[in-house]
């Protein structure tokens, strides 16, 4: 198979390429990224030689290249990941989310459609999985504000319902609206010609190599350099966390065994509220630096709040395990210590990418906090 991955340079498009090109040499993977302020060609290193990996420079906006790959490539399925996916710059610049996220995936599937329809096959054996995120269902309710015990979650739960695959799309951020619309193209894309079809709606990943403009990289970060942590409202809003790893691997299981036209909902069974987990960090920072553990608690600094804030994500991914047998392989505790070691040992890493145009960016955005 040639698989052609969108956005492979950015997070968790990284952590699926790297996956695919050493679980399947027989495949070639074709890595499509514009290298915006969020995809890093560094997140590739340990792979960039390999014979069954090329990375290609591209718009995905731009469909006269894609469909121009695709048709050299003689592409049999696409995973698609590229998207603008920090809810607090949609705030600030909606347009750049709908070009992308929107007219983007838009490109990528008319180009497709073009050159798969024109093969003897048409659409057989063809695959093209969207990867969109549980923030289209909008919020849920937390009617536990201290949470409870429930099988749903290895942590606590702090409401009594979830997201199923069949809840209706309620966004609220420019970011799910985009991520909403893209969806909606998806399927249309399915229900009007046919194009096989596959969505999966997922919670928050965190993980080596997460820009640090997002909760806990930003966060690990500024605890080593002591300072101020941002914590938005009063920090009850509740995120499901999943290890990027098995976000990867939930991929890679529905991918190869997932059914046409339906979507799955990925989520860590795993929630939690935004100061408990700012609380983890830090003492896990702390440990792993040699201070006296919650040395550092007192860089918590309440902000305003973001504007639109979800309060509470939980995913129901029950459907994903009984159908296709996938689920979390990582403990949170494994998972964030694995998480705080790797951004501590890569601080390398964090500089380069803080730096330049993402340091412009992030001193007008942060500016007033
Ligand atoms: P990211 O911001 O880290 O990476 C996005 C990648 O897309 C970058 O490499 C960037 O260069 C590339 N890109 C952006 N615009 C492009 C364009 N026009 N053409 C080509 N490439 C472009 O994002 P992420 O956190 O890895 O998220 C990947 C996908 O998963 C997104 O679709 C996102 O909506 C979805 N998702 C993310 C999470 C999460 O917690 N991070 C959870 C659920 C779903
Ligand atoms: O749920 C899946 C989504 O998770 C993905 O679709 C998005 O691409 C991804 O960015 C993430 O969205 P969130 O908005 O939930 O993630 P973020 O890391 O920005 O914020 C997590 C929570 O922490 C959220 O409630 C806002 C809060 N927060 C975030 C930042 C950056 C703070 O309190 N302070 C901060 O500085």
């Given amino acids: 198979m040639n698989i052609l991955i969108t956005g492979g340079a950015g997070f968790i498009g990284s952590h699926v390429v790297r996956l695919f090109v050493d679980k399947y040499p027989q495949y ?21 030689n390999r014979s069954n990996y090329s990375f290609v ?68 054996g063809k695959r093209f999985y969207h990867i969109s995120t549980d923030e289209v269902y909008g919020a849920l309710e937390l009617s536990h504000p201290e949470g409870i015990d429930s099988e749903m979650s290895a942590h606590k739960v702090y409401g009594d319902t979830f997201f199923t695959e069949d809840r209706k799309y309620q966004p609220h951020s420019p970011y799910s609206a985009s991520k909403a619309s893209s969806d909606h193209f998806v399927r249309a894309f399915h229900d009007t010609y046919g194009l096989p079809t ?17 909760l806990i990289p930003l966060f690990i970060n500024n605890i080593r350099h002591r300072k101020p942590l941002p914590v938005y409202g009063k920090g009850e809003n509740v995120r499901d966390w999943l290890y990027v790893v098995d976000h990867a691997r939930a991929i890679d299981t529905i991918f190869h065994k997932g059914a046409i036209s339906e979507t799955y909902n990925i989520g860590g069974f795993n929630e939690w509220k935004n100061i408990d987990i700012i609380k983890v960090i830090i003492k896990t920072v702390d440990r792993l630096l040699g201070r006296p553990e919650g040395a550092d608690l007192d860089l918590i600094t309440y902000v305003t709040d973001r504007a639109g804030h979800d309060l509470r994500y939980a995913i129901d991914s029950r459907k994903l395990k009984n159908e296709l047998g996938w689920e979390p392989s990582l403990q949170f505790e494994e998972g964030i210590e694995l998480t705080v070691r790797w951004y501590l040992e890569n601080e390398e890493w964090v500089e380069n990418v803080t730096s330049g145009e993402y340091q412009r960016y992030y001193e007008d955005m942060y500016k007033d906090r």
Wanted: with cysteine; glycine share 4%; charged share 25%.
């Fill in 57 to 124: 420079k591209a718009d995905i906006c731009d469909i006269e290249t894609i469909y121009a790959l695709m048709e050299k490539e003689q592409v049999d399925g696409v995973i698609h990941l590229a998207a603008e996916s920090h809810v607090d710059r949609s705030i600030k610049d909606p347009f750049t989310f709908a070009r992308t996220n929107v007219m983007g995936t838009l490109s990528m599937l008319q180009a497709a459609k073009l050159y798969w329809e024109k093969l003897p096959e048409k659409f057989e």
């Fill in 198 to 214: 596959i969505i999966t709606n997922c919670s928050n990943n965190y993980g080596p190599y997460q820009f640090p403009e997002k």
């Fill in 28 to 48: 070639h993977i074709i890595n499509v990224d514009k290298l915006t302020y969020a995809g890093n060609l560094a997140n590739l290193k340990d792979i960039e």
